[in-house]
């Protein structure tokens, strides 16, 4: 199974972006999907994750009400729908698949198993 991370880009402090994970191999419907970024010099931190099968949402708090995870089984796609965006949100994003059937996704990025190559999001104040 590979993923695919897509839509990142540069853009003015305000606008929208939308990322998408595609999935090759195998259906992601039975893994807690999560979305995580990484910007320079800092460690790859949580952004939002979404429940195996119901589609419960989980956010950090710098995004939530700005962001939102989405997961289309049938297209086997995760998309991160990043609206407001601030220059803070300036990283590379990265989709990943918790491969372990746990219920509640996790905020670790230990917990991910499955990693796809990265996005860069670029906002300029």
């Known amino acids: 199974v590979q993923l695919q991370a897509s839509g990142g880009g540069l853009v003015q402090a305000g606008d929208s972006l939308r990322l998408s994970c595609a999935a090759s191999?195998?259906?992601?419907?039975?893994?807690?999907m999560g979305w995580f970024r990484q910007a320079p010099g800092k460690e790859r931190e949580f952004v939002a994750a979404?429940?195996?099968?119901?589609?419960?949402?989980y956010y950090t708090d710098s995004v939530r009400g700005r962001f939102t995870i989405s997961r289309d089984n049938t297209k086997n796609t995760v998309d991160l729908r990043m609206n407001s965006l601030k220059a803070e949100d300036t990283a590379v994003y990265y989709c990943?698949?918790?491969?372990?059937?746990?219920?509640?996704?996790?905020?670790?990025?230990?917990?991910?198993?499955?990693w796809g190559q990265g996005t860069q999001v670029t906002v300029s104040s």
């Open positions: 191999g195998r259906t992601l419907s039975s893994y807690v």
């Open positions: 990943a698949a918790d491969r372990s059937l746990r219920y509640s996704p996790s905020r670790n990025p230990s917990a991910y198993d499955m």
């Open positions: 979404v429940r195996r099968s119901v589609g419960i949402t």
